[in-house]
């Protein structure tokens, strides 16, 4: 037999959770109870009905005593109100105002910022005891609460003069001290409540901390837009600003509107990094939430920053995040509709700017373009990429290099990749950021008459084949000091000899010379082997080939030299060495060992009269 | 020191000297580990971009572990193996240094090695794979532990490749009792999910509909907890053949949307399993065009990329669907003989094609 049973609880390890561990920081106080203070103003505007009202929030800071004071002059509450709303945990007033008013009157629910009836906890974030004195705008007598952050409080008649509305005395704990000084407090302020309508003065002053009118409500939203970007930016003015307006969006069985208001802007240029984010300051109701949410932006639109106040996202109870719900997709949804349609537009009508704009973050531009056959089409042909003749356009490339991408997928490539480029007259495009080389790819995809050629592994395609009779005494001599030696053409002319590997050489060359010398273990040596045979046993040489140039002036005139003179052989050591030299592979100190000793030797031996 | 611990130690003492370089290397893991399903790309070039940055930074361990990270986002999150055995044995050789003797991956990295091989052709590098796993078998602790998780599943996947279905189903089980002894048990669920997927290819082979529908629901539950969205594609992949099996359409139907609607968010490419049950799922309907389908789908996602024992088997496949359909044309058993050659023991498969192709002529 089952019966039903009732959860008990612990009331103060419930406060200490909720006050203590909702929230990551005790600047979150701050906001929630400025909010309560707007939301009770609000209230006040509502039901009262009294259009001489004029709300404000008063902050009052007394170090010596510890306390900061928030006053109001909403609503005020009654003896019941304190009971069911104040000193009840997870039920407010406004939550439920709001959804009283979400029908008859939605601009004015809109204003409400409050939902779960927690935020009055967090006054226990900063404060060891909270006094509120109180006095509803529906009459009955001034109310003083109390609580000691136990599960306990007391209620009674405030003393004195008290005029309609709240206040809310902490008396600060020591971590929370920072509320005590003037210039935190005002910051924590302009972070969370600088939006917010009412406006909120310290100590009296009669200027307001906060700017009250968002940029988006601005009369000039561009102007506004832009200041804020550029705010954002370090002081430098966006390429691109994007107001956003209410979207709609297509469920399949029903249309949906998604208030939204802000921005989206685009700044000058971003850095090259996998980790740079789409960042999004959220506002719900003007009230601040977070400053770098990360998925309402389309994974694409990484270079896009922005500001948006949307009153259909769920925060989390915290208020410090985002609910990833059914409402925060359908912005997520409408932000991507209008920014693909912004950037379109813009494309369209302002070429230049849209241009600066795919050259300023050419990196993620080509990464998102790889992926998106449409974004390909706009930016293929501006977009720009490193070379080692500097920043060019696939276009630009082309009329150097007739025709053919010559690519080098390692960090810049070796210096005599980058030459035998340069070589044929044409540049060597850095496809060492991944995206680029399917960029490429795409490219040539779309028109036949264009060829790829990796340098980095594939550099033979650049060469020419030659005849080797004329060469044959300079062939003989490399061969005779087991060089694999052979002759081509290639540019540039005044380059004698290159040497070349295949992808992997280097490695191959130290797996087959750490299983000589036994440096792997036995049981891992099988795969090793493997990997070794594997990999010599194909066409290609992994000690490398050292081309000849046969159009090189040098080494034709040593082709014609007597073939065993002295001097020849120091010049043709030198050349194999300088060949190892600027091969882009690594040398061990052997290696660097034996080449400066070989040239040594030859130079000497020119040296000699 | 394992290199948890290592990694732990390491995160710790960048976050307290506030070494922002550092930590801006660090975050490239994590960077990388987020998006290694949704965007195995961007995942490849985050873990390059940490290795510039170890190398920048001069820091030897550092680069040792992002380039044998490079090397698992191209076996793992990109399944691409063409360049991989490069990679993997630049590892190899930078770990067997004296100033990496302490090197707590170590073991890591040789298993690196062997996930590439067993991925290349396991029945082709059978021996010195044997041997290899000799090794770490004598190297590894028997505890739980990240290196022994990671030796059983080498030995599972060998035992499957070499169609050892009996030895692979004792792995797993083995790595089931490990996951059952393991004090870490968030550990020990994220290894359970791999294995619960390949019992279900075990038992979708052997035909074992309720231990597959069991295995199914095991690995959808573990894939769910901690988060694997291609193996929770697979996990209801296999519940769909299960489902299917039961006579429970309905379900057979959603749990096949849903896997191939998960699988179609991903870029990871699936892996072996989900397209097994998916081909499985419609040839039990006799659905020999869409079975046809799914094997096309599988040969696009894996051909040219360096798997040659796998894509030679499913173009096998996919030989004997088309001649079922009375469509085998010498171009598709050219292609899979080509890829066959490729193999260190072809002999079988070619022997099977042939085959094919006598049956196709007749």
Same mark, same amino acid.
């Given at each position: 037999?089952?019966?039903?049973?009732?959860?008990?609880?612990?009331?103060?390890?419930?406060?200490?959770?909720?006050?203590?561990?909702?929230?990551?920081?005790?600047?979150?106080?701050?906001?929630?109870?400025?909010?309560?203070?707007?939301?009770?103003?609000?209230?006040?505007?509502?039901?009262?009905?009294?259009?001489?009202?004029?709300?404000?929030?008063?902050?009052?800071?007394?170090?010596?005593?510890?306390?900061?004071?928030?006053?109001?002059?909403?609503?005020?509450?009654?003896?019941?109100?304190?009971?069911?709303?104040?000193?009840?945990?997870?039920?407010?007033?406004?939550?439920?105002?709001?959804?009283?008013?979400?029908?008859?009157?939605?601009?004015?629910?809109?204003?409400?910022?409050?939902?779960?009836?927690?935020?009055?906890?967090?006054?226990?974030?900063?404060?060891?005891?909270?006094?509120?004195?109180?006095?509803?705008?529906?009459?009955?007598?001034?109310?003083?609460?109390?609580?000691?952050?136990?599960?306990?409080?007391?209620?009674?008649?405030?003393?004195?003069?008290?005029?309609?509305?709240?206040?809310?005395?902490?008396?600060?704990?020591?971590?929370?001290?920072?509320?005590?000084?003037?210039?935190?407090?005002?910051?924590?302020?302009?972070?969370?409540?600088?939006?917010?309508?009412?406006?909120?003065?310290?100590?009296?002053?009669?200027?307001?901390?906060?700017?009250?009118?968002?940029?988006?409500?601005?009369?000039?939203?561009?102007?506004?837009?832009?200041?804020?970007?550029?705010?954002?930016?370090?002081?430098?003015?966006?390429?691109?600003?994007?107001?956003?307006?209410?979207?709609?969006?297509?469920?399949?069985?029903?249309?949906?509107?998604?208030?939204?208001?802000?921005?989206?802007?685009?700044?000058?240029?971003?850095?090259?990094?996998?980790?740079?984010?789409?960042?999004?300051?959220?506002?719900?109701?003007?009230?601040?939430?977070?400053?770098?949410?990360?998925?309402?932006?389309?994974?694409?639109?990484?270079?896009?920053?922005?500001?948006?106040?949307?009153?259909?996202?769920?925060?989390?109870?915290?208020?410090?995040?985002?609910?990833?719900?059914?409402?925060?997709?359908?912005?997520?949804?409408?932000?991507?509709?209008?920014?693909?349609?912004?950037?379109?537009?813009?494309?369209?009508?302002?070429?230049?700017?849209?241009?600066?704009?795919?050259?300023?973050?050419?990196?993620?531009?080509?990464?998102?373009?790889?992926?998106?056959?449409?974004?390909?089409?706009?930016?293929?042909?501006?977009?720009?990429?490193?070379?080692?003749?500097?920043?060019?356009?696939?276009?630009?490339?082309?009329?150097?290099?007739?025709?053919?991408?010559?690519?080098?997928?390692?960090?810049?490539?070796?210096?005599?990749?980058?030459?035998?480029?340069?070589?044929?007259?044409?540049?060597?495009?850095?496809?060492?950021?991944?995206?680029?080389?399917?960029?490429?790819?795409?490219?040539? !995809?779309?028109?036949?008459?264009? =060829?790829?050629?990796? %340098?980095?592994?594939?550099? $033979?395609? /650049? @060469?020419? &084949?030659?005849?080797?009779?004329?060469?044959?005494?300079?062939?003989?001599?490399?061969?005779?000091?087991?060089?694999?030696?052979?002759?081509?053409?290639?540019?540039?002319?005044?380059?004698?000899?290159?040497?070349?590997?295949?992808?992997?050489?280097?490695?191959?060359?130290?797996?087959?010379?750490?299983?000589?010398?036994?440096?792997?273990?036995?049981?891992?040596?099988?795969?090793?082997?493997?990997?070794?045979?594997?990999?010599?046993?194909?066409?290609?040489?992994?000690?490398?080939?050292?081309?000849?140039?046969?159009?090189?002036?040098?080494?034709?005139?040593?082709?014609?030299?007597?073939?065993?003179?002295?001097?020849?052989?120091?010049?043709?050591?030198?050349?194999?060495?300088?060949?190892?030299?600027?091969?882009?592979?690594?040398?061990? !100190?052997?290696?660097?060992?034996? =080449?400066?000793?070989? %040239?040594?030797?030859?130079? $000497?031996? /020119? @040296?000699? &009269? | 020191?394992?290199?948890?611990?290592?990694?732990?130690?390491?995160?710790?003492?960048?976050?307290?000297?506030?070494?922002?370089?550092?930590?801006?290397?660090?975050?490239?893991?994590?960077?990388?580990?987020?998006?290694?399903?949704?965007?195995?790309?961007?995942?490849?070039?985050?873990?390059?971009?940490?290795?510039?940055?170890?190398?920048?930074?001069?820091?030897?361990?550092?680069?040792?572990?992002?380039?044998?990270?490079?090397?698992?986002?191209?076996?793992?999150?990109?399944?691409?193996?063409?360049?991989?055995?490069?990679?993997?044995?630049?590892?190899?050789?930078?770990?067997?240094?004296?100033?990496?003797?302490?090197?707590?991956?170590?073991?890591?990295?040789?298993?690196?090695?062997?996930?590439?091989?067993?991925?290349?052709?396991?029945?082709?590098?059978?021996?010195?794979?044997?041997?290899?796993?000799?090794?770490?078998?004598?190297?590894?602790?028997?505890?739980?532990?990240?290196?022994?998780?990671?030796?059983?599943?080498?030995?599972?996947?060998?035992?499957?490749?070499?169609?050892?279905?009996?030895?692979?189903?004792?792995?797993?089980?083995?790595?089931?009792?490990?996951?059952?002894?393991?004090?870490?048990?968030?550990?020990?669920?994220?290894?359970?999910?791999?294995?619960?997927?390949?019992?279900?290819?075990?038992?979708?082979?052997?035909?074992?509909?309720?231990?597959?529908?069991?295995?199914?629901?095991?690995?959808?539950?573990?894939?769910?907890?901690?988060?694997?969205?291609?193996?929770?594609?697979?996990?209801?992949?296999?519940?769909?053949?299960?489902?299917?099996?039961?006579?429970?359409?309905?379900?057979?139907?959603?749990?096949?949307?849903?896997?191939?609607?998960?699988?179609?968010?991903?870029?990871?490419?699936?892996?072996?399993?989900?397209?097994?049950?998916?081909?499985?799922?419609?040839?039990?309907?006799?659905?020999?065009?869409?079975?046809?389908?799914?094997?096309?789908?599988?040969?696009?996602?894996?051909?040219?990329?360096?798997?040659?024992?796998?894509?030679?088997?499913?173009?096998?496949?996919?030989?004997?669907?088309?001649?079922?359909?009375?469509?085998?044309?010498?171009?598709?058993?050219?292609?899979?003989?080509?890829?066959?050659?490729?193999?260190?023991?072809?002999?079988?498969?070619?022997?099977?094609?042939?085959?094919?192709?006598?049956?196709?002529?007749?």
């Amino acid at each position: 037999m089952t019966a039903k049973h009732r959860f008990s609880l612990y009331l103060p390890g419930l406060l200490k959770v909720l006050a203590e561990h909702l929230y990551s920081s005790k600047k979150v106080g701050v906001r929630e109870l400025l909010q309560n203070a707007h939301d009770s103003c609000v209230r006040r505007k509502i039901e009262e009905g009294n259009p001489h009202y004029r709300p404000r929030i008063d902050l009052a800071v007394n170090p010596r005593r510890r306390t900061l004071t928030i006053r109001d002059n909403g609503c005020g509450l009654t003896a019941d109100e304190i009971g069911n709303y104040l000193a009840t945990i997870g039920k407010g007033y406004t939550g439920e105002l709001r959804e009283r008013l979400a029908f008859s009157s939605p601009d004015e629910a809109s204003e409400l910022i409050g939902q779960f009836g927690l935020g009055f906890l967090s006054a226990f974030l900063l404060a060891g005891e909270v006094t509120v004195v109180t006095r509803s705008y529906q009459g009955g007598p001034a109310l003083r609460w109390h609580c000691s952050g136990d599960e306990h409080y007391e209620m009674g008649p405030a003393e004195g003069e008290v005029e309609i509305g709240t206040t809310v005395e902490l008396l600060v704990k020591p971590a929370a001290a920072f509320v005590l000084q003037e210039q935190h407090l005002v910051e924590t302020v302009r972070t969370y409540a600088d939006l917010l309508p009412t406006p909120i003065y310290l100590d009296g002053d009669p200027q307001p901390l906060n700017v009250m009118t968002p940029p988006w409500e601005a009369d000039d939203l561009e102007a506004a837009a832009r200041a804020y970007a550029a705010r954002a930016s370090g002081g430098t003015e966006p390429l691109f600003v994007l107001p956003l307006r209410d979207g709609k969006v297509n469920l399949g069985h029903d249309t949906i509107t998604v208030p939204l208001q802000g921005f989206l802007y685009v700044p000058t240029g971003s850095v090259v990094s996998v980790r740079e984010y789409g960042d999004l300051t959220v506002y719900i109701r003007r009230m601040f939430i977070c400053d770098r949410e990360r998925d309402l932006l389309p994974p694409w639109a990484r270079f896009v920053r922005g500001v948006i106040d949307c009153p259909v996202l769920q925060p989390t109870a915290s208020r410090e995040g985002l609910h990833q719900d059914d409402r925060f997709e359908s912005v997520r949804q409408t932000l991507e509709d209008q920014l693909g349609r912004g950037l379109r537009d813009l494309a369209r009508r302002d070429p230049e700017r849209w241009k600066r704009l795919v050259q300023g973050h050419a990196d993620l531009v080509v990464s998102w373009a790889v992926k998106d056959n449409e974004f390909f089409e706009r930016v293929r042909d501006i977009v720009p990429f490193r070379t080692s003749r500097g920043p060019l356009t696939l276009p630009e490339y082309l009329k150097l290099s007739g025709g053919t991408f010559y690519y080098v997928t390692r960090e810049m490539g070796s210096l005599q990749d980058q030459l035998l480029a340069e070589g044929r007259d044409v540049p060597a495009i850095d496809a060492s950021w991944f995206a680029v080389t399917p960029f490429l790819g795409k490219y040539a !995809a779309r028109r036949r008459d264009i =060829a790829l050629v990796q %340098l980095d592994g594939e550099a $033979e395609t /650049l @060469l020419r &084949p030659a005849a080797e009779e004329p060469f044959a005494n300079l062939i003989a001599y490399y061969r005779g000091r087991g060089v694999r030696a052979k002759v081509a053409s290639f540019r540039p002319v005044g380059m004698p000899v290159l040497m070349l590997y295949p992808q992997g050489a280097e490695t191959v060359r130290e797996a087959g010379s750490a299983l000589e010398a036994g440096g792997v273990p036995e049981g891992l040596a099988g795969l090793v082997g493997a990997y070794v045979d594997q990999r010599t046993s194909g066409p290609e040489d992994h000690r490398g080939t050292l081309y000849l140039n046969a159009s090189c002036p040098l080494v034709r005139r040593l082709a014609e030299a007597a073939p065993d003179g002295e001097r020849l052989v120091a010049v043709l050591t030198v050349l194999w060495q300088n060949a190892r030299l600027f091969c882009g592979r690594t040398l061990t !100190a052997a290696d660097a060992a034996r =080449a400066f000793r070989e %040239l040594t030797q030859a130079i $000497e031996r /020119l @040296l000699q &009269p | 020191m394992k290199m948890r611990d290592w990694l732990a130690s390491q995160a710790q003492e960048i976050r307290r000297r506030n070494d922002r370089q550092r930590l801006q290397m660090l975050q490239c893991y994590l960077e990388a580990y987020e998006a290694r399903e949704s965007d195995p790309d961007r995942a490849y070039a985050a873990f390059t971009q940490g290795r510039q940055m170890a190398e920048r930074l001069n820091d030897p361990w550092w680069v040792l572990f992002y380039r044998k990270e490079q090397v698992d986002a191209l076996l793992h999150f990109k399944r691409d193996y063409r360049h991989v055995l490069d990679l993997a044995m630049q590892c190899a050789m930078e770990v067997r240094k004296p100033a990496n003797a302490r090197y707590p991956g170590r073991i890591g990295v040789w298993d690196s090695l062997i996930a590439a091989y067993l991925g290349i052709d396991a029945e082709g590098y059978a021996q010195p794979i044997q041997q290899a796993l000799n090794y770490l078998e004598s190297e590894v602790p028997p505890e739980p532990d990240g290196d022994r998780y990671l030796l059983l599943a080498r030995k599972r996947i060998f035992a499957r490749e070499r169609e050892q279905l009996q030895e692979a189903y004792n792995v797993c089980m083995t790595e089931m009792n490990l996951g059952a002894a393991d004090t870490d048990q968030e550990r020990a669920l994220h290894f359970a999910t791999f294995t619960c997927c390949e019992m279900c290819l075990i038992a979708g082979a052997a035909q074992q509909w309720q231990t597959l529908g069991q295995w199914a629901a095991a690995a959808e539950e573990r894939a769910r907890h901690v988060g694997h969205q291609c193996e929770l594609s697979e996990a209801l992949a296999w519940r769909s053949v299960a489902a299917l099996q039961a006579r429970d359409v309905e379900n057979a139907r959603r749990c096949y949307r849903t896997a191939t609607a998960t699988a179609d968010r991903l870029q990871m490419p699936p892996k072996q399993g989900y397209y097994e049950a998916l081909a499985l799922y419609h040839e039990m309907q006799g659905d020999v065009e869409n079975a046809l389908g799914v094997r096309d789908a599988e040969l696009e996602a894996l051909a040219n990329h360096g798997r040659l024992l796998y894509e030679c088997r499913v173009r096998i496949k996919r030989c004997v669907l088309l001649a079922r359909l009375g469509r085998l044309q010498a171009l598709v058993l050219n292609a899979a003989r080509e890829t066959a050659q490729k193999l260190a023991q072809p002999a079988k498969y070619l022997q099977q094609l042939d085959q094919l192709a006598a049956g196709a002529g007749r």
